[in-house]
C-alpha cells in the first residue's frame, strides 16, 4: 500500500438533517490520526478540511427531492478536484468525512485514474437511493447510487466520468437496513451485499476472502467507504443513523487487517463521525484505530 497519504477533510453535514458531523473531521484529528499513521513510518500530509459552502436558507426539497442538491454538489466538485490532485501526486488519498454524501467526490476524484474500480462500501445502509426511491430526500443516502451512474446530473456529472464504477465491482459489507427501492436496485444491478445474516452464518474471515479475491481478479485500484454507522452502536456510538446488530469492533479490525495483508486499498475514507452524539470521542477514537489496522498496524 501507498506510504504516502495524504489527508483531507470534508466537514460536510448537509447530506442529511442532523447537525454535528460537519465536526467529524476534527473529532478524528483529535484521536490522534496523524500521529497514529506516522508511527507506521507511513509519510503524512495533512491538507486540512476544504471550505463546505452554508445553504442561503432553510433547505427544502424543491429540486427532486434532494435537500441542499446545490450546496452538496459545490462541495463533491471540491473533493473531486482535491482528491484527483492528491492521486496525481501519486499519494494515498484519506478523506475524513461529514456525512455519507462527501463518497460522491471522493469517488469522481479517484475514477479517472481506474479502468476498473472497485468499491467496498462498509455500511449498515446501501446508499442506493435516488430522489425518485428516497423516503428522506437526504443525499447521504444516495452516493452509491451516483456513483453507479443514478440520480440527478448535477451529481452524476461530478468528475466528468459517469459512471464511475461498475455495480459488478461494488461490495456492500455489514448492510441490515436497507429502503425497497434500494432492495429492487440491488436485485437488478446483482450487487453483490454481505449483510448480517450472511456475515453471521459464514464469518468474517470467509466474506473478506470472497471480496479480496474478487476484488484483486476484475478491478485495478479499490476504494474503501467506510460509515461507522456499519459497527454496532454499542462500538460506535456516535453516528447519525444507528443501526442496533451491526458489525463488531473485532470483526471490522479484522476486515482491515485483511485488506492491509491483501494490499488492494488504493483510496479510503471514514464518515459519519459525529461527536455530538458520541460518548468521550469514542466513535472518532474507533475509526482512528480502524485506519491504523487498514494501513498495517499490528500487535507483534
Known sequence: MNKNISIIGVPMDLGQNRRGVDMGPSAIRYAG????????????????????????????LSEGNLRNLREVAHGSEALADAVNKI??????????????????????????????????????????????????????????AVSLGL????????????????????????????????????????????????????????????????????????HLSLDLDGLDPHDAPGVGTPVIGGLSYRESHLAMEMLAESNLVTSAEFVEVNPILDEKNKTATVAVGLMGSLFGEKLL
Open 87 to 144: 492521486v496525481e501526486k501519486n499519494r494515498f488519498p484519506l478523506i475524513l468525512g461529514g456525512d455519507h454524501s462527501i463518497a460522491i467526490g471522493s469517488i469522481a476524484g479517484v475514477a479517472n485514474h481506474y479502468r476498473n474500480l472497485g468499491v467496498i462500501w462498509y455500511d449498515a445502509h446501501g446508499d442506493l437511493n435516488t430522489g425518485e426511491t428516497s423516503p428522506s430526500g437526504n443525499i447521504h443516502g444516495m452516493p452509491l
Open 33 to 60: 490520526v496523524v500521529e497514529r499513521l506516522e508511527a507506521l513510518q507511513l509519510h503524512i500530509e495533512d491538507l486540512g478540511d476544504l471550505e463546505i459552502e452554508r445553504p442561503q436558507r432553510h433547505p427544502d
Open 151 to 222: 440520480g440527478d446530473d448535477k451529481l452524476v456529472n461530478i468528475g466528468g466520468v459517469n459512471p464511475k464504477v461498475k455495480p459488478e465491482n461494488v461490495i456492500i459489507i455489514g448492510a441490515r437496513s436497507l429502503d425497497e427501492g434500494e432492495r429492487e436496485l440491488i436485485r437488478e444491478k446483482g450487487i453483490k451485499v454481505y449483510t448480517m445474516h450472511e456475515i453471521d452464518k459464514i464469518g468474517m474471515t470467509q466474506v473478506m476472502t470472497e471480496a479480496i479475491t474478487f476484488l484483486k481478479e476484475n478491478t485495478d485500484g479499490v
